[in-house]
């Protein structure tokens, strides 16, 4: 469900016709509504109500600003997985306990950092990385809570790229491992091990991959507990699955009604990081046609948003539908290949789509771009990156300024020897 629907020929999000929106800021930029946002932490939260789970908003999917203070309010968490994503959780004024962090590196000033804010517990994936948070937490006299993550071995059944549960995958510890470090924990006294956690990729549509991996992790707490051991917090990770075109994902309530009768009876209090399920149809990306090339084999319609703006496509083939902001009555339909200006074959935004008769300055949407999107934009053809607005009501405020030119330089120096003439 989301919140950008047509009222006549025109698309809207929540109460503002986005050609008003482009109109000020230009193209390409990045539409999320308020609405959807609140709506999916609303779902979950609903979902979830009778365990009181600690929900926290996988930020990697959309980290502006105006969308975790967004999310925040509504009493979400935050996982990071950087320092740079602890500082902007500190900016969102994001409650430390709802912190967790997570990823399969960490450097020691990362990890002070995180210490010293006093977040709700590392996950951690291995023992050097262990080590490193143990010689941090001893340097600092502090103690450091760390959940374990366990790589369960199932297959999430989604694209190669975003699949972590899987044994060959770099993430996570094995279950007899993760079972080792628990039993020994007293070899890392300044660690206090409080949780599990268990991530098996992204994207996910099914409740059985979840299913087959809970069953795992909960067969290990069953033996830490015989041997006394109590778990204080079981981390389920993010993944669940959205609609781009035709899937037939779980709802939160489906995905709760699955999941929550395993946990009957635990004691620990579960924590999610859902990300995509939040983020992705709270977003769209509005781009204007620059030409319009037909060939003998393709039409192809050149937008000024690019695979630098959003990479989806060409990373993972993902699909985005697009939407013109304003549908013709009369054109007739072709097909068209969306591609942008950037010089490699790899650009496109999507493919043979049967759309409206397309013309040079046109405008178009492509939807579910709120997840993944600006997050992975980059500046390559130096090309400033793309403007973020935020949609309430009848409201919108740009909330991320387009970049210019000199930001595509800022930081660069230039060596004496060159500032001279040869
Ligand atoms: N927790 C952990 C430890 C993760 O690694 C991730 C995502 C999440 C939670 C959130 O997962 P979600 O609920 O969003 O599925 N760039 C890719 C997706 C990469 C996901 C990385 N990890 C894409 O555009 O599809």
Not at 42 to 66: D, E, G, H, T, W
Not at 252 to 269: Q, T, V
Not at 366 to 388: D, H, I, K, Q, W
């Amino acid at each position: 469900m989301h919140d950008f629907h047509y009222r006549g020929r025109e698309l809207f999000c929540e109460s503002v016709p986005i050609r008003e929106i482009t109109k000020k800021t230009g193209t390409p930029v990045f539409i999320y509504s308020t609405k959807t946002l609140v709506d999916h932490i609303k779902k979950i939260q609903r979902a979830f109500r009778s365990v009181q789970p600690i929900i926290c908003y996988s930020m990697k999917a959309n980290s502006n600003l105006a969308v975790l203070k967004t999310l925040v309010r509504e009493g979400a968490g935050l996982d990071i997985v950087s320092g740079g994503e602890l500082y902007r959780a500190k900016k969102t004024g994001c409650d430390p306990k709802k912190i967790v962090y997570a990823g399969v590196g960490k450097t020691n000033r990362e990890i002070e950092e995180a210490i010293r804010y006093g977040i709700l517990f590392f996950n951690v994936e291995s023992v050097p990385e262990l080590k490193a948070i143990e010689r941090v937490a001893i340097r600092l006299r502090k103690k450091a809570n760390v959940s374990l993550r366990v790589n369960p071995g199932v297959d999430p059944q989604t694209h190669d790229h975003i699949a972590t549960g899987k044994a060959e995958s770099k993430f996570g510890l094995e279950i007899g491992t993760a079972k080792k470090i628990f039993l020994n924990r007293n070899e890392f006294p300044a660690l206090r091990f409080c949780g599990i956690h268990v991530h098996i990729g992204s994207q996910i549509l099914s409740g059985k991959p979840f299913v087959e991996a809970f069953w795992k992790v909960l067969s290990l707490i069953d033996e830490l507990e015989k041997e006394g051991l109590e778990i204080q917090f079981l981390n389920l990770g993010g993944g669940l699955g959205v609609i781009y075109s035709d899937e037939n994902p779980q709802t939160a309530d489906e995905f709760a009604k699955n999941i929550l009768p395993l946990f009957k009876g635990r004691r620990f209090k579960l924590v999610f990081e859902p990300g995509r399920f939040i983020a992705a149809n709270a977003g769209i990306l509005a781009a204007q046609v620059l030409h319009v090339k037909e060939t003998k084999l393709k039409n192809f319609a050149i937008i000024d948003a690019a695979m630098n703006d959003l990479i989806r496509p060409t990373l993972y083939d993902a699909y985005h539908e697009v939407w013109p902001l304003v549908k013709s009555e009369t054109a007739s339909k072709k097909n068209y290949d969306i591609v942008g200006p950037i010089c490699e074959s790899g650009d496109f935004l999507a493919k043979d789509r049967h759309l409206q008769e397309l013309r040079e300055g046109d405008h178009l949407a492509l939807m579910t771009s709120g997840a993944y999107g600006f997050v992975m934009s980059s500046n390559y053809n130096s090309r400033p990156r793309a403007a973020e607005v935020l949609v309430k009501g009848k409201s919108f405020f740009v909330v991320r300024k387009r970049e210019i030119y000199s930001s595509l330089v800022n930081g660069e120096s230039t060596p004496k020897f060159l500032a001279k003439r040869k």
